[in-house]
Each structure stands twice: as structure tokens, then as C-alpha cells.
């Protein structure tokens, strides 16, 4: 009985109270925990509101970016990457993600000439790979312009390292011409797209890049690699069948491998490698 007032609360401020649904919004990023035991109870209301159409079958993309935009604030991206710029890079959780070995060992080799981070939030990663291989151009990508702003600024004294703004819903031309090269990878941010913006992503980077690593969180309960589709993981976040939808999209040597640690016990991480040829 709860559940059903707390929900249908949530809906009503969903729906209809713009104001009180604004000032809850401020706090998407934290999840409503520093909201007072009332502002929580809404919170959670309007979280499942705003799940029921953000996953719904009829949702568009174009509707999934509004709500992604409305939930996240103007001004979320910025924040959330000087958050992530105080964590450094490497951190405790880099060892866990197989992706950032396969990245090394390729830079390593010296076959790659350009690499390009989508979804690179703070920068720290790819400043860091830039630093240590300076004669590799790396590009980082977000799409949000005030982020890239942001990076420019504080990355500015790496001359091996460019930002672009790129909307990997809708990358356009020059979003993959930007992507060109050796290396796409991903440390994160393709949860985030829906199936169908996902999967038009990994079939256009084909055309323009060798290889395509990603690392992405999913539920601990979900199997990377298998025939199934898609689901929900909350907060506007989805899991995706990865190893599956680059190999529709024509990638081959499609591997994957997992990385779980018990101070995130309802999450993991699968790390993917394919090759364009």
C-alpha cells in the first residue's frame, strides 16, 4: 500500500507540480540521499515515475535525451568530472577493468597513431595515456559543450590531446569523423544510451575506427554475453548485451571478460574488445 501512494505520489509531481519536481531534481546525482526522510519518500516516487516512461516501449530517443537532460541539470556534467578529476587515475578499481590492460599493451606495441575516448568525462584517463604517449594524438569526447570546455582548459598543456563535442545518440559527421583512427574506446557512458541508439553507434564507429574496447557496469545478475536483449538497470542506466550488438554491427574477435569486487555487490564490470577487420 506503500509502494502504491508513494508512486502514484510521484507520478502527481512527475506530471504536474514542475516546481517541486525541479527542486527534487537537484539532487538526481546523489539519489535523494541528503533530501530530509519526506524529500526521500518523494524522491523514490518520482524516480519510479520517471523510470516507467524513460524504459517504455514506445519511449523515443529524442524523449529519453529530454529526460536524461531534465534529470541531469545543465550544469551535472561539470560537476560530476571535477568529482571524478580528485579520484586520479589509476585508481583502486582501474586493475579491475581488463579493458585499461588491452589499451596499454596496444599503446605499448606502437601500432597505434590515434585513439579517441568517448563519454571521457573528467579527462583523467585519457590525460593520462596522452602523458605517457606523446607521440599518439588522443581526442576525448562528451556532448555536452560546457564539459568540453571545461577539459580544454584543464588539459590544455597536452599538446597530444584534443576535446570535440560528440552526441553519441546522434555523433553526425563530424562526431565520427573525430573518431577516425586507430582506437574507439569507452571507460563507461554506453549505459546510458538506449538499444537502439547503442547499436546505430557501433555499427557507424565501424567505418571509421580498428578497434573498439569498452568497459561498462551491469548488474551482477546479468549475463555480458548471450542472445537476450537489453534491460533497465535504473537511473536512466541501462544493461546492454554488448559482445552481442558488435558483432550485429559486422565487429569481429569479439571478446569480453568480467571484473567484480565485493565492495560493489550488486554491480560488475565486463570489459569487450572487437576489431573492425
Not at 568517448?118 to 581526442?139: D, Q
Not at 569507452?186 to 578497434?211: C, E, N
Not at 548471450?226 to 569481429?252: D, V
Amino acid at each position: 500500500m506503500a509502494g502504491g501512494a508513494q508512486d502514484a505520489a510521484g507520478l502527481v509531481v512527475w506530471r504536474a507540480l514542475p516546481p517541486l519536481r525541479a527542486r527534487l531534481l537537484e539532487h538526481w546525482i546523489t539519489g535523494g540521499t541528503r533530501l530530509g526522510a519526506g524529500g526521500r519518500w518523494l524522491f523514490t516516487g518520482l524516480s519510479h515515475a520517471l523510470d516507467a516512461e524513460y524504459y517504455g516501449g514506445a519511449t523515443t530517443t529524442r524523449r529519453r535525451e529530454a529526460i536524461k537532460a531534465l534529470c541531469m541539470g545543465e550544469d551535472s556534467g561539470v560537476r560530476w568530472a571535477k568529482e571524478y578529476l580528485k579520484r586520479g587515475f589509476p585508481d583502486p578499481f582501474t586493475p579491475l577493468i581488463a579493458m585499461f590492460g588491452e589499451l596499454e599493451a596496444r599503446l605499448a606495441a606502437g601500432a597505434v597513431a590515434r585513439v579517441h575516448q568517448v563519454a571521457c568525462c573528467s579527462g583523467r584517463e585519457i590525460a593520462h595515456f596522452a602523458r605517457r604517449y606523446p607521440r599518439v594524438a588522443f581526442t576525448g569526447s562528451d556532448a555536452d559543450p560546457s564539459i568540453v570546455e571545461f577539459l580544454r582548459d584543464t588539459w590544455r598543456e597536452l599538446p597530444n590531446l584534443s576535446f570535440a563535442v560528440v552526441k553519441l545518440d546522434e555523433p553526425g559527421e563530424a562526431g565520427m569523423e573525430s573518431m577516425r583512427g586507430d582506437v574507439v574506446y569507452a571507460s563507461g557512458g554506453l549505459h546510458y544510451l538506449d538499444p537502439d541508439s547503442l547499436r546505430r553507434l557501433f555499427a557507424g564507429t565501424r567505418s571509421v575506427a580498428g578497434t573498439f574496447l569498452l568497459s561498462q557496469p551491469l548488474a551482477r545478475d546479468y549475463a555480458s554475453d548471450g542472445p537476450h536483449g537489453s534491460s533497465p538497470r535504473g537511473q536512466l542506466s541501462w544493461n546492454h548485451p554488448y559482445p552481442r550488438y558488435l558483432r550485429e554491427a559486422g565487429w569481429k574477435r569479439v571478446s569480453c571478460s568480467e571484473g567484480k569486487t565485493e565492495e560493489l555487490l550488486h554491480v560488475k564490470n565486463v570489459s569487450v574488445s572487437a576489431d573492425a577487420l
